[in-house]
């Protein structure tokens, strides 16, 4: 569950100034650990590597400040179901791969590797979990529509939940057979 379109819905300020904030606090508080924990890797990245990273970072300011924006024209539900695209470019790029990537999970309880698609199914959960909110937190009631939706993405994740499942201990028994 996410509060972060919570707070951007309460935050007073205009979009592109709760988006500067946003990632420069982000950034003052990575920056220090990032630099620490990983200089030297910092010191090996050409000009080339520099400029893409910064174009990253264009990229993800450009997305945060729409994103925030669009808490003006519309719901939670429908600002961060917008928002959780990421399974569809992870599909498309997946695709011109001709194969399956593997991602790592983020939860400690699940040191293994988690497949992409599997790991961007499960994002989209933070649609559902900021509707919950925004209907207990803010009195925006959801639609029918946006109820079947959830409802929809809870049996996705279920669905993808039992076949990772079986998917990891074929990959056990392989490993360890």
């Not at 649609?127 to 925006?140: H, I, K, M, N, Q």
């Not at 998917?167 to 056990?172: E, K, M, V």
């Amino acid at each position: 569950m996410s509060f972060a379109a919570i707070f951007v819905r309460l935050a007073a300020a205009p979009g592109l100034v709760t988006a500067v904030y946003r990632l420069l606090l982000t950034a003052l508080i990575l920056r220090p650990a990032a630099l620490l924990k990983s200089q030297a890797e910092f010191r090996r990245l050409s000009g080339h590597d520099w400029r893409l990273a910064l174009a990253a970072g264009a990229l993800l300011a450009l997305h945060v400040a729409t994103w925030i924006s669009s808490r003006k024209f519309t719901t939670v539900a429908a600002s961060v179901a917008l928002l959780s695209t990421a399974p569809v470019w992870v599909a498309l790029a997946t695709a011109s791969r001709g194969n399956q990537s593997r991602a790592s999970s983020c939860g400690e309880l699940q040191p293994q590797f988690l497949s992409a698609s599997f790991v961007t199914l499960v994002i989209l959960s933070e649609p559902v979990g900021s509707t919950a909110l925004s209907y207990f937190l803010l009195r925006e009631t959801p639609s029918l529509a946006v109820l079947v939706g959830g409802a929809l993405i809870l049996v996705g994740i279920a669905v993808a939940t039992i076949g990772e499942r079986r998917s990891a201990l074929a990959l056990t028994c392989v490993e360890t057979g």
